[in-house]
């Protein structure tokens, strides 16, 4: 079984500001770690993930997230927040398989609503 | 949202018709997927399939049918047996295999009943 927790609903953070939203999951394995942004009644948009190396992943916008194995952590981050970084996001996480039919299910976590203030 | 379509994006429809949301890529995809979101719930799987003519049922499938006939589509029915379909659906779809490829989401349709 696999899941992903995202601990707060919500956080606010003032324009300029480091903004981190924080992932933990769990996995019988080698987990594949990914990042989603959703804005108001759009579809999600990918951000980065995480397959193997380098534990720092850079991806769009700005956007970085560090994967801790012992911490069993993803958490998504930016050094600077933009009042249009406002938005919903998902942390998602499947566990890596050598069998082709094991598909690629992903697991979601219940969201963090992202609140930059002007 | 990059190759995905959805139709329609509103759907409104009484209790007891089943209603069948569109799906369709032109990205080659293999593998396509239908969630559910709720408030505060996040995303929910209800069907995929990897490949034509085959489906698999996902952790809501209860209610729901869907066919997989052409590559390009991935058609979901919701039935008068879903006892809460109101929601937003999001269909998506992946290259098959396993490299961690990451899912693209079409742009959701939100279907009321009443």
Not at chain 1, 51 to 66: C, H, M, P, Q, W
Not at chain 2, 22 to 35: I, K, V
Not at chain 2, 44 to 57: A, E, G, H, T
Request: net charge positive.
């Amino acid at each position: 079984a696999q899941s992903v927790a995202q601990p707060e609903d919500q956080v606010n953070v003032a324009e300029g500001n480091p903004l981190t939203v924080k992932c933990t999951y769990s996995v019988s394995g080698n987990p594949y770690l990914f990042w989603y942004v959703q804005y108001p009644n759009r579809g999600l948009q990918f951000l980065l993930k995480y397959i193997t190396g380098d534990n720092l992943v850079k991806g769009s916008y700005g956007f970085e997230a560090e994967f801790n194995k012992s911490q069993t952590s993803f958490h998504l981050k930016k050094p600077s927040a933009l009042v249009s970084d406002s938005a919903l996001y998902f942390c998602a996480v499947r566990v890596a398989s050598m069998i082709k039919a094991a598909g690629n299910k992903l697991t979601f976590g219940g969201g963090t609503r992202v609140l930059v203030k002007p | 949202d990059g190759g995905i379509t959805q139709s329609p994006k509103y759907l409104f429809r009484k209790e007891g018709q089943n209603v069948t949301l569109s799906c369709e890529q032109n990205l080659n995809h293999d593998a396509m997927y239908w969630y559910r979101q709720d408030p505060g719930q996040g995303l929910r799987l209800i069907y995929y399939s990897q490949i034509v003519n085959d489906f698999q049922k996902g952790d809501i499938a209860e209610g729901y049918s869907v066919s997989r006939e052409k590559k390009e589509s991935f058609p979901l029915t919701v039935t008068s047996a879903q006892k809460n379909p109101t929601a937003f659906y999001l269909c998506a779809s992946s290259i098959r295999g396993d490299r961690g490829y990451e899912q693209y989401f079409g742009p959701g349709t939100r279907l009321t009943v009443t």
